[in-house]
């Protein structure tokens, strides 16, 4: 039994030996392109949800859709919302590409550490904005759709808002595993890299 493990141990050892070693100057590029990448890629996925927001807007731009609108007196509301909507994306895309821009530029690992910890926090922001934006946008559409219809609030005004309340929470909820599970992904690998350059910092 003792020589079965003395054979393992020689044979690990062995193993060891033909693996390759890397410096802290081989794996700072191998994680600053790692970064880059993923940082690319949170660029093009914010390119994505603004060309769907602007599709989705065209799509729901109907007949049916303005006869809506005009019966709950929501055409501006809708209008400036669609507007600060667009907006705000764009500002956030601009944003994910100047932190594409600088991690790309970046010449030393203590750099690079305090750009994707910016990066990060910059997702953050985008998710909290476009949480906070949604739940906002959305009461305010419902106070104005009362507001407007008085007999919806003589109807029963209660059942209506706890309606309201049950349906956003569903869809800020849905907002938020979506985002999860698509930005979520690419911060657990920006994180990962943050930590191996952290180790080399050492």
Known sequence: ??????????DWQKQEDTLPKYTKEDLYPMLL????????????????EFAFWIVLSFAFNDNETKAF?????LQTFDTIVLVVHLTA?????????????????????????????KTRNTVKYY?????AFVAIASTIAYAIMIQNNPALADENLLYL???????????????????RIIYGLLLRKLNRNYRELKKLEI
């Not at 039994?1 to 020689?10: A, G, I, N, S, Y």
Request: avoid cysteine; glycine fraction near 4%; hydrophobic fraction near 60%.
């Open 1 to 10: 039994m003792v020589d079965e493990l003395e054979l393992l141990k020689k």
């Open 33 to 48: 392109k790692k970064s880059s990448s993923i940082v690319k890629l949170i660029f093009i996925v914010s390119l994505i």
């Open 69 to 73: 609108e005009k019966q709950f007196g």
């Open 89 to 117: 994306l764009v500002v956030f895309a601009v944003w994910f590409y100047k932190n594409f821009k600088k991690i790309q530029a970046t010449d030393s690992a203590k750099v690079l550490m305090k750009n994707i910890i």
């Open 127 to 131: 998710i909290w904005f476009s949480m």
């Open 161 to 179: 808002s706890l309606k309201f309340i049950i349906v956003i929470t569903i869809a800020l909820g849905l907002l938020w595993g979506l985002y």
